[in-house]
């Protein structure tokens, strides 16, 4: 468990990921729109994004050929 937050509070993108949605719970957003919002490379969201519906912090669902988070 210890590696889990170590791992979320090493990461700036994770934590810019997790306050965005975690301070606004209703929320929902595209890997694009979220890269667009945070300044950061789309592939960098994506694989932090992955990580967080991996260890299940966020959950995601299928929109067409869009994945919203």
């Known amino acids: 468990m210890n590696d889990?937050?170590?791992?979320?509070?090493?990461?700036?993108?994770r934590i810019n990921l997790l306050v965005r949605?975690?301070?606004n719970p209703g929320t929902q957003a595209?890997?694009?729109e979220l890269s667009k919002?945070?300044?950061?490379?789309?592939n960098a969201v994506r694989e932090k994004?992955?990580?967080l519906t991996k260890t299940q912090l966020l959950t995601?669902?299928?929109n067409?050929?869009?994945v919203l988070y």
């Open 21 to 23: 949605f975690f301070f």
């Open 64 to 66: 067409g050929r869009n």
């Open 30 to 32: 595209y890997l694009r």
């Open 49 to 51: 994004l992955n990580q």
């Open 37 to 42: 919002d945070l300044h950061i490379s789309t």
């Open 4 to 13: 889990l937050f170590a791992g979320i509070i090493s990461s700036k993108t």
């Open 60 to 62: 995601s669902q299928k």
